[in-house]
């Protein structure tokens, strides 16, 4: 049977007050305590009586009341992401959520699909963020941070390719990753190379660049080399993996940059399926270094990438909360380097 939480008709919503007379302190000490004011000494017995009793009281502070009080929030809005993300964001999203849960920030995901530029400005908005952080998925544009600033959030940070006037931001530079894997295969001797241009939705953020790093690559090395990139759409599905390997030969390509491991290791499955030898007839390279493409056999060569921390992150969220008047920061968000193994 499942016991219900609803109050009873009649039962007071417990308030701060309530808590105040049941520990035995003030209704200050109260707030101080449960909004873990650190400018206010209160020792632990004292924190603990009052936890103690707001726990057995079913109290908790009101998050409206308080902003308003303040004048601000402590939401850090976090646009979910509408794209399919790896281990590798996942993970630096993870961390950063937690980083911003210690230094005391309320985090907000806020599912964006459907929403453009300045309409998710606008949404967002409306729950007074102290600060964005923005996935390059939305596009923001310069009128959608002064919407977000004029409603009161102190820093509008974006996380993408380019620049938005008024935003700090965190460049990923998805080009370096396309021109290193490329500079690794030619530089393994081979001049007919094919890039994986992934079908799904939303990915083409990555993608693009990506291709357009390689192809700098080879234009670069292709002086004397006669170096080809041919772009491959392929979807994250078994059977459109087979249908590029089945055409693979009359292709031509001795070379592959699978976009990232999980491409890499869908379309490795199906070129070995169709008798085509890795590395001697072709040679493949992905992206992202998870764990999964060590144990393949062959071993899956790719471009690791190097990510701040989300802690950093979280610590220039912070900062610029405290300080919202210095001028717009741009940071690189990642580096990334070849690791070499016997795929390529």
């Given at each position: 049977m499942t016991q219900s939480t609803e109050q009873?008709?009649?039962?007071?919503?417990?308030?701060?007050?309530?808590?105040?007379r049941l520990a035995g302190v003030s209704r200050a000490t109260v707030s101080y305590v449960l909004n873990n004011t650190s400018a206010v000494r209160i020792s632990d017995p004292t924190r603990r009586k009052v936890r103690e009793a707001a726990e057995r009281l079913g109290y908790v502070p009101h998050a409206a009341a308080r902003s308003l009080r303040a004048g601000h929030?402590?939401?850090?809005?976090?646009?979910?992401?509408?794209?399919?993300?790896g281990p590798l964001y996942s993970h630096f999203f993870n961390e950063l959520q937690w980083a911003l849960r210690r230094l005391d920030y309320t985090v907000v995901q806020y599912g964006s699909l459907g929403?453009?530029?300045?309409?998710?400005?606008?949404a967002w908005a409306e729950l007074r963020p102290v600060a964005v952080v923005s996935l390059g998925m939305i596009a923001l544009t310069p009128h959608g941070v002064e919407v977000l600033k004029r409603s009161g959030a102190k820093a509008v940070i974006t996380l993408g390719p380019g620049l938005v006037e008024g935003a700090h931001a965190l460049v990923m530079d998805q080009s370096g990753i396309g021109g290193r894997a490329v500079t690794h295969l030619i530089g393994r001797g081979c001049r007919r190379i094919g890039v994986v241009m992934p079908e799904e939705p939303g990915l083409e953020m990555f993608s693009g660049p990506r291709l357009a790093g390689a192809r700098a690559a080879a234009a670069e090395a292709s002086a004397g080399a006669?170096?080809?990139?041919v772009p491959l759409p392929l979807a994250y599905e078994e059977d459109s993996a087979a249908a590029l390997a089945a055409r693979w030969r009359a292709l031509g390509l001795d070379a592959v940059f699978a976009f990232n491991d999980e491409y890499a290791m869908l379309l490795?499955?199906?070129?070995?399926?169709?008798?085509?030898?890795?590395?001697?007839?072709t040679a493949v390279i992905g992206s992202d270094d998870l764990l999964l493409g060590r144990l393949l056999r062959p071993r899956l060569s790719t471009v690791r990438i190097d990510m701040v921390t989300g802690q950093r992150l979280a610590e220039l969220v912070d900062r610029v909360v405290r300080d919202p008047g210095g001028e717009p920061e741009r940071h690189d968000l990642m580096d990334s380097r070849v690791i070499h193994r016997e795929s390529s």
């Open positions: 009873p008709v009649g039962r007071s919503v417990p308030t701060s007050a309530d808590v105040a929030t402590r939401i850090v809005l976090l646009p979910t992401a509408h794209i399919p993300v929403l453009d530029g300045d309409g998710a400005a606008r006669g170096v080809r990139i490795m499955r199906a070129l070995q399926d169709e008798g085509i030898g890795i590395p001697a007839q």
